[in-house]
C-alpha cells in the first residue's frame, strides 16, 4: 500500500469518530469508535472463539483449495484432452453464485463445518488453478528443449523446471485465493451455523447491537489481511529470487 | 593464455552422452513447416559434412533456417526429407549426447550460477563429485570464478551467457551445438567471448557447430564458413578459412587469410541479398 492509503487510515478512524460523537447519525445505526473498542476488549473472549471457528474454517478451505487447484492445474497442462473437459465446469463453477447456491449445501451437508468449509474451496480454487496454468505454460520454451537435450525423464523437467518456474504466477493467485477464502467461510456462516463471525454479525444485526456487529466486521477483515500478510511473507521466504527481482520492478503490492 | 590441445581431466566414466568428438553429416536435408495458411520450406537441400573436432560457422540473413539447422542436429526437429546423422548415428529424436547454448542463456532464476551448471550433472545423473570438479574446471576456464553463488539477476549478460556455455559442455559433449550465443552481447564481451570460445574449443577438442550473424566472428572463430542464401535457406558456399587453431583475436583480424575471408563472405551475403 502507498503512502498516501497509509496516511489516509487515521483520517477515516477520524471521521468515524467524529459522525459518531456529534451524533450525526443514530448511535443504533453506527456506533463510535469508542463502543465499539469497548465490545472488542469486554466480549474479548466471545468474539476470540467465533474468530477461532472462521479462521479455522478458512484455513481448511484455502489449503483443499491449493491442494486440488494445483493438482487440477498440473493435470490440464499436461493433458489437452483434460483441459478441454475441466475448463468448462470450473469456468461454470466460477460463475454460478456462490452466495445463491450456498443454503443448497446446508440441506446437503447440514449445519456443521462441511459447507462453510465446502463454499471457501469453490471461491479460492478459481484463482489457484488460473494462476498456476499460467506458471506452468509460462516457463520458458528454450528451458524445455534445453531438458530434452539433457534426457530429462518428464518429471523431472517438472521438478526441477516447469513446478519452480510457476511459483511466482502461483503466489499471485494464492494472495487473491486467501482473503476470498475468508468470504466463503462467512458466506457458509451466514447460511446456516450456530458458530463463527458470520454467526456472530447475524446475531448482533438481530439485536441491533452495532457496537458487536461493528467488532465482527473489524475482525474479520483483520482475519484476511493477517493471513494475505502471511502469504506474502512465505513467498519472500520460498522464493527470494522473485522478491529481489520484484523489488526493483516496483510492483509491490503491500 | 597458450594451452595445449589436450584432455585435462580423466574421461567421465558412464555418462550418457560423453565422449570423444563426433562428426555430423547432413544429406540432401530439407525441412518445411506446415500451418493453415501456406506451407513453409525452411530449408532445402543441405548438405554438410563437419568432421570430429571440427569448428563449423554458419552465416547467413534473418530466416536463412540456420537455427532449424541446428536444431535438426539436436533432434528437437526432424526433417522432412534426407538424412542428419551425429556421430555416425541416425537422428531420430532429442539427442543427449549435445551441448546446447541459445541466444538467451535460458538459466534457472532460482539457482545459483554454479547450481545452474550442475543441473546437466543431476538430469544425468552424473557422480556428484566428478561433476562438481568438472564444474569448477570450466568455471576457472571461463573467468567465473567468485561468481559461483551469484543469482542469474546478479550477473552479467557475458557472464550469464559464460555459465550457459559450462553447462552446455560439463557432460564433455562430443558435439556443441551454438545459436547465436553472443548476439546480444557488447562488441567488447562478444570479442572477449570469442578469445574463451577459441581456447575452449582448443581445450575441449569438441566438435563445434556455431551460428552467428557476425562475420568476423564466424571467421575469426571457425575451421570452415558455411554461408547460407535467405528462405528456403540454402548453403551457397563453404568457404575455408585456413587459420592456425589457436588464435590471438587482434593479430587474426590484421591477417591477410582472415580480411580475404571476411571480404568472400560479404560478397556472397551481399549478392544473395541484391539478387533477393
Known amino acids: 500500500m502507498s503512502q498516501s492509503a497509509l496516511s489516509k487510515r487515521p483520517a477515516a478512524l477520524v471521521v468515524w469518530w467524529v459522525i459518531a460523537a456529534a451524533e450525526l447519525i443514530e448511535a443504533y445505526l453506527v456506533p463510535s469508535p469508542g463502543a465499539t473498542l469497548d465490545v472488542l476488549t469486554s466480549k474479548a473472549g466471545y468474539l476470540w472463539q467465533h474468530t477461532w471457528v472462521t479462521t479455522y474454517e478458512t484455513l481448511l478451505g ?4 491449493v491442494v486440488v487447484g494445483v493438482l487440477a492445474a ?6 489437452s484432452t483434460v483441459e478441454r473437459t475441466l ?3 470450473l469456468l461454470f463453477a466460477q460463475v454460478v453464485p456462490k452466495i445463491a447456491i ?11 463445518i ?8 469453490l471461491i479460492a480454487f478459481f484463482p489457484v488453478v488460473i494462476s498456476m496454468v499460467t506458471g506452468l505454460k509460462a516457463v520458458d520454451p528454450e528451458m524445455l528443449q534445453l531438458s530434452a537435450t539433457m534426457g530429462a525423464k518428464p518429471w523431472q523437467t517438472f521438478v526441477k523446471i516447469r513446478f519452480p518456474a510457476s511459483l511466482p504466477h502461483l503466489f499471485s493467485g494464492l494472495k487473491v485465493a486467501v482473503t476470498l477464502a475468508v468470504t466463503g467461510a462467512v458466506v457458509g456462516e451466514f447460511v446456516g451455523a450456530n458458530e463463527g463471525l458470520g454467526y456472530v454479525i447475524l446475531q448482533a444485526n438481530g439485536n441491533l447491537d452495532t457496537p458487536m456487529l461493528f467488532a465482527g466486521l473489524l475482525v474479520m477483515s483483520l482475519i484476511g489481511v493477517v493471513l494475505f500478510v ?13 522478491a529481489s527481482r520484484r523489488d526493483t520492478s516496483a510492483t509491490t503490492t503491500f | ?13 558412464a555418462v550418457a552422452g560423453a565422449g570423444p568428438a563426433a562428426g555430423v553429416r547432413l544429406t540432401d536435408v530439407a525441412v518445411r513447416f506446415r500451418s493453415k495458411k501456406r506451407d513453409v520450406t525452411a530449408l532445402s537441400d543441405v548438405s554438410l559434412d563437419v568432421a570430429p573436432g571440427e569448428f563449423v560457422a554458419i552465416v547467413g540473413p534473418s530466416g536463412c533456417g540456420k537455427s532449424t539447422l541446428l536444431k535438426l542436429v539436436a533432434g528437437l526437429l526432424t526433417a522432412s526429407s534426407g538424412d542428419v546423422l551425429l556421430g555416425g548415428e541416425r537422428v531420430t529424436g532429442p539427442r543427449h549426447d549435445i551441448g546446447y547454448v541459445f541466444q538467451r542463456a535460458a538459466l534457472l532464476e532460482w539457482r545459483s550460477a554454479l547450481r545452474n551448471i550442475l543441473l546437466q550433472a543431476e538430469i544425468r545423473r552424473m557422480e556428484p563429485a566428478v561433476a562438481r570438479a568438472r564444474a569448477d574446471e570450466l568455471i576457472r576456464m571461463t573467468g567465473l570464478g567468485g561468481f559461483e553463488d551469484a543469482y542469474p539477476h546478479e550477473l552479467s549478460g557475458g557472464m550469464q551467457q559464460r555459465v550457459a556455455l559450462c553447462r552446455a559442455l560439463l557432460h564433455e559433449p562430443p558435439v556443441l551445438l551454438m545459436d547465436e550465443p553472443f548476439g546480444a552481447l557488447d562488441a567488447l564481451t562478444r570479442e572477449q567471448m570469442n578469445t574463451e570460445l577459441n581456447r575452449i574449443w582448443r581445450t575441449t577438442g569438441t566438435t563445434v557447430l556455431l551460428v552467428t550473424h557476425s562475420i568476423s566472428e564466424a571467421v575469426y572463430l571457425a575451421d570452415r564458413v558455411v554461408v547460407m ?9 563453404i568457404i575455408e578459412v585456413g587459420l592456425p587453431a589457436e588464435r590471438d583475436y587482434s593479430e587474426t583480424l590484421g591477417r591477410p587469410e582472415f580480411r580475404a575471408a571476411a571480404a568472400h563472405i560479404r560478397d556472397l551475403l551481399g549478392a544473395v541479398s541484391a539478387h533477393d
Open chain 1, 230 to 242: 502471511v502469504v506474502e511473507i512465505a513467498e519472500k521466504l520460498l522464493l527470494p529470487w522473485h
Open chain 2, 229 to 237: 542464401s535467405p528462405r528456403p535457406g540454402t548453403v551457397t558456399e
Open chain 1, 74 to 79: 498440473v493435470v490440464m497442462v499436461y493433458s
Open chain 1, 102 to 112: 450456498a443454503p443448497l449445501f446446508v440441506v446437503w451437508l447440514g449445519f456443521g
Open chain 1, 87 to 89: 475448463y468448462p465446469i
Open chain 1, 62 to 65: 484455502f489449503a483443499i483449495a
Open chain 1, 114 to 121: 462441511a459447507p462453510k468449509i465446502l463454499i471457501a474451496v
Open chain 2, 1 to 13: 593464455m597458450t594451452m595445449p590441445k589436450q584432455q585435462t581431466t580423466p574421461r567421465v566414466p
